[in-house]
């Protein structure tokens, strides 16, 4: 009956937060085995978690970003870096959303934030509107798999999994994306005939593959200062991050500190020195020191803009969360989820044909439902079949998330479809058949990720 209801406020378009909540609060009315007052208990108490706490500081700090001006200098770099190849802002755009992954956590930050500058300039050097389009929908899908990531905070804490494994686990699998998606973009350059959009310039080339030497460089540098020569952790660390500000001085870099963002998270969250959570707020504060000092592009009546876009993205997530924890409950209570794992077993135990089924399940679920919602629905009833059938659990995650970021792109509820939509100023359907060939790169990603799991698994399992 539980389920029923759920479909049936679904189908009468009602929100789904309320939907999961409403049917479990009628639900309980009915079998009158429970007080009502559980409802709100449940919800409270799903959302009592303190790796939750990243959520807020990980929107915050990609808020921070994009309205202090840093999109226009990851725009900047990315055009140093690859601007010159045949089909130069295609791939462009493509990095730029690996940089900006990078900080937002969200695939609707990257397509709202850089692909507004994106989309303009590719229209502008002749690009038709539907490539520019495409291409930014494609390299959006790159913000919640590159760390950080708000998705893989949500599923840690719904599947009690590391944070800080899943962030590591997709770095190997966005840089797979990353160059399935550049040579699709080679693929229609070469088709099309397009030249380069500027000219080849040594010294932009040579300062932009400085900042990404830097970039490599500080993190090994600290470690062989700590590790090998044993000197201490915090003042090593310190003295390093002042180097960085030193250099970005010095050369004038477009966007190292920016891009040493990622680096900072992964560094402090594997060697110790801070928690996911702890880590989020790191971001944050990093996002300010940036934005008010270095510079001084953030001013404090936008700061309160931010602060105040914040409040309402996360209480959305955290209500959807909230609703999703009764009906998460009330779904192993009733045996629901029970009932699925033994049907889903008796129909097959091998691994591969369960993988295949979920990827289709959650390619139809993420057409319809907003990822944090699919989430909190999908992983009290996928993830206890995966870990019967001995799927690693940061494996499971990393697929789980690829699939529902893919589903942002699709009709009917597509949210990056309609961001994209709006900015570009193209029809619902023109943008849907703009994104429909961007879909090759993404689902052979899919299928490599999913059956490939050492890809994923190769850097937590070294670090965790």
């Not at 940089?99 to 709202?112: H, K, N, Y």
Request: hydrophobic share 60%; glycine share 10%.
């Amino acid at each position: 009956m539980l389920k029923i209801l759920f479909l049936f406020f679904m189908a009468g378009g009602i929100p789904v937060a309320i939907a999961m909540a409403g049917a479990s609060l009628v639900y309980i009315l009915i079998s009158g085995n429970l007080p009502p007052f559980v409802v709100v208990h449940r919800m409270v108490s799903g959302i009592d978690s303190f790796p939750l706490l990243a959520v807020p500081f990980f929107i915050l700090a990609g808020n921070l970003m994009n309205n202090a001006g840093i999109t226009t200098r990851i725009y900047n770099f990315a055009l140093a870096l690859v601007g010159w190849l045949k089909g130069g802002l295609g791939h462009v755009n493509i990095v730029g959303s690996v940089v900006f992954a990078g900080m937002s956590g969200t695939a609707i930050a990257d397509a709202a934030g850089l692909g507004t500058i994106e989309i303009k300039a590719m229209k502008e050097h002749g690009y038709s509107t539907e490539f520019a389009v495409g291409v930014t929908a494609a390299s959006a899908t790159l913000g919640p798999i590159i760390p950080p990531s708000l998705p893989f905070v949500i599923y840690g804490m719904m599947g009690n999994v590391s944070i800080g494994a899943l962030f590591l686990a997709g770095l190997l699998p966005g840089l797979l994306m990353t160059i399935l998606m550049m040579l699709t973009v080679a693929y229609y350059a070469h088709k099309n005939g397009w030249g380069r959009d500027m000219k080849f310039s040594g010294p932009r080339l040579v300062k932009a593959l400085s900042e990404l030497a830097v970039v490599v460089g500080w993190p090994l540098g600290l470690w062989l200062l700590v590790d090998k020569l044993s000197l201490p952790a915090q003042p090593t660390v310190f003295a390093g991050l002042a180097s960085l500000f030193v250099l970005d001085k010095i050369f004038k870099f477009e966007a190292l500190l920016p891009i040493m963002t990622p680096v900072l998270l992964i560094g402090g969250m594997s060697t110790g020195l801070f928690t996911p959570t702890e880590g989020a707020i790191a971001a944050c504060v990093w996002a300010m020191i940036l934005g008010f000092v270095w510079y001084r592009t953030l001013r404090w009546k936008m700061f309160l803009k931010v602060c105040l876009e914040t409040i309402e993205t996360t209480s959305t997530v955290l209500f959807i969360v909230a609703a999703a924890s009764i009906f998460g409950w009330m779904l192993t209570a009733t045996g629901v989820t029970t009932d699925i794992a033994n049907w889903v077993l008796g129909f097959t135990k091998e691994a591969w044909v369960f993988l295949l089924l979920a990827n289709l399940l959650m390619l139809f679920v993420g057409c319809f439902l907003e990822p944090t919602a699919a989430i909190t629905i999908l992983v009290p009833i996928l993830l206890p079949i995966a870990l019967q059938l001995g799927i690693d659990p940061v494996h499971f995650g990393l697929v789980m998330v690829l699939n529902l970021m893919i589903g942002l792109l699709h009709p009917p509820m597509g949210l990056v479809l309609f961001v994209l939509a709006r900015v570009a100023g193209l029809s619902f359907e023109r943008t849907t058949m703009a994104i429909l060939p961007w879909l090759v790169p993404l689902l052979l990603s899919l299928a490599i990720i999913t059956y490939v799991p050492k890809l994923v698994l190769w850097l937590p399992k070294m670090f965790f």
